[in-house]
Structure formats: structure tokens, C-alpha cells
């Protein structure tokens, strides 16, 4: 099955200052890549997915990037604010309505 | 504005206890899984069904069990509760019509076993 994996596995940042996450996966069916967010004591929302025919997704502060070839896509924060403090999972699927989601990251924004 | 409820958010039960733990959609996605998150595991999924009465194993069902005899409503049942399966279980739905869907979480439901 898919394995998907992501580093660092915690990342401090100051507020204001560029976060990224990367993670890898091991299927080349894996066509489909969210990344979901999960703050303290709350539930997992998705906050921004990238399917496998496009390259880079931007929504405001944050974007995301796929590199097919080597089977790696990144998420991107810019101008962290603390509200960005959370831990963030990405995931992966084939279209098969299941996602195989990475161990986490937990992000601090330090003011 | 899609609502997944579980029964409760916390939950303290004995060892060899049989646990039931319930969520409900209120969106009718066919789609709802049961993950089970542990710092520095991630999110594993349990079990998945697609349909009213279908389910599939997922990556860790061993010591578990599930329900679905109704479209919005998918248990987990830990038929005899154990040590290790103290965690957070989290319960998620998905719609199938398209093929990329959302998945939307439940608040989780904090299970210790004594």
C-alpha cells in the first residue's frame, strides 16, 4: 500500500518567516494530495489539495507543490502568524476514496 | 455545512469491556471511515465502508470490529477493550460522487482503558 512519510517532524518558526513541509510518497498511481490541518484539541480540516495533473496551488498564504517525478509534494506558509501553530498531515490516494496520511508536523509560530 | 458527530469525547472503560463508539454525518456521503490517531503515528485507518452494510479493513483492524446498518451512522466496537487501544479515535465521512473528496472529521473521541 502507500506509505507516505513527512519531515521535519517539528519545525519552529518565527512569526512573520517562511514554513515548509515536505512529504514523499511511494505509489506513482497516487494521483490525489491534500494537506490538513489540526489544531490543538480540534479535529483534522482540510486547507488546501493539489491533484497529480498540476504542478503548484496557491491559496493566499499558503501553497502547495507536487514534484511527480520525485514523488514529493510541499506545503508552503508564508508570512506565518500564530494561528499557523498547528499540526499538519499530508496525504495521499489513487482515487480510491481512501487517503494514506503521513505522521504529522507539528508547526510553532513563535511570536 | 457538513456535520460528523461522535457519542462522546471521552470515554473511560475496564479491560475486556466491550466499547462501542458511534458517529453520525448529517451530509449522506456514502464514504465514512474510523482512523485512530497516536502522537507521533499519525492518522491509521481502522476501518472504511463505502455503503450501507459494506466495510473494508484498513491498515490496523485487529482487536476491532464495525457497524454500518444505516447510511449516517458507522460504529467501531472494541470487542474486548485492552491497554493498547487507549488512544484518540477519530470518525470521518467522504462523499463518492467525485474522485477527490474531502474528508470531513469528527471531534474525536479520547477512549482510555483501565
Known amino acids: 500500500g502507500e506509505n507516505v512519510e513527512q519531515h521535519p517532524s517539528t519545525l519552529s518558526v518565527q512569526e512573520g518567516d517562511s514554513a515548509v513541509i515536505k512529504c514523499t510518497y511511494s505509489d506513482s498511481a497516487s494521483n490525489y494530495f491534500p494537506w490538513y490541518k489540526q489544531e490543538l484539541g480540534k479535529r483534522p480540516q482540510l486547507i488546501i489539495d493539489?491533484?497529480?495533473?498540476?504542478g503548484e496551488k496557491k491559496d493566499q498564504r499558503i501553497a502547495v507543490t507536487l514534484n511527480k517525478t520525485a514523488k514529493h509534494f510541499s506545503l508552503h506558509i508564508t508570512e506565518t502568524q500564530p494561528e499557523d501553530s498547528a499540526v499538519y498531515f499530508c496525504?495521499?490516494?489513487?482515487?480510491?476514496?481512501?487517503?494514506?496520511f503521513g505522521k504529522g508536523n507539528q508547526v510553532v509560530v513563535i511570536p | 455545512d457538513v456535520k460528523v458527530t461522535q457519542s462522546s469525547r471521552y470515554l473511560v472503560k475496564r479491560t475486556g469491556e466491550k466499547v462501542f463508539l458511534e458517529c453520525v454525518q448529517d451530509m449522506d456521503h456514502e464514504n465514512m471511515f474510523w482512523y485512530r490517531q497516536d502522537p507521533g503515528l499519525g492518522l491509521r485507518l481502522i476501518y472504511f465502508s463505502y455503503d450501507v452494510k459494506m466495510k473494508e479493513k484498513g491498515d490496523i483492524p485487529e482487536g476491532y470490529s464495525v457497524s454500518r446498518e444505516k447510511k449516517e451512522r458507522f460504529s467501531l466496537i472494541l470487542e474486548s477493550a485492552s491497554t493498547n487501544q487507549t488512544s484518540m479515535y477519530l470518525c470521518a465521512s467522504s462523499n463518492s460522487g467525485r474522485l477527490y473528496n474531502e474528508q470531513f472529521f469528527g471531534p474525536g473521541t479520547r477512549l482510555t482503558v483501565l
Open positions: 496525504a495521499a490516494s489513487n482515487g480510491n476514496n481512501r487517503l494514506a
Open positions: 493539489i491533484r497529480s495533473n498540476v
